[in-house]
């Protein structure tokens, strides 16, 4: 079956900047759009960005847009979370899913398979 692993998280200050990594294995026959969500403490879990197979296609929660990239080489099986210019706010657990749905990619409902997320905190 299909297993997600994200890598990158830790510590940092704000303004900093860090790269999510998320390896996808199991399956190497099925087109998956990927996408990440996080989830802060007394928060739900929350959209952040997902991206279509092909990587032609993403879709950034509007806060986020401008400062997290994200991006997928298929040849290593990889998805990445590049975040730039981090801010505490943006402290949370950091997870990244896989779907063969193409469609309502900002919804949880969509993914199939989930990571078991990295941790992201941003001091002040």
């Known amino acids: 079956q299909v297993q997600l692993v994200e890598s990158g998280g830790g510590s940092v200050q704000a303004g900093d900047s860090l790269r999510l990594s998320c390896v996808i294995s199991g399956d190497t026959f099925s087109y998956y759009s990927m996408g990440w969500f996080r989830q802060a403490p007394g928060k739900e879990r929350e959209f952040v960005v997902a991206i279509s197979w092909s990587g032609g296609r993403t879709s950034y929660a509007d806060s986020l847009k401008g400062r997290f990239t994200i991006s997928r080489d298929n040849t290593k099986n990889t998805m990445y979370l590049q975040m730039n210019s981090l801010k505490p706010e943006d402290t949370a657990v950091y997870s990244c899913?896989?779907?063969?749905?193409?469609?309502?990619?900002?919804?949880?409902?969509?993914?199939?398979?989930w990571g078991q997320g990295t941790q992201v905190t941003v001091s002040s």
């Open positions: 899913a896989a779907t063969t749905k193409v469609r309502e990619l900002d919804k949880i409902y969509s993914y199939h398979y």
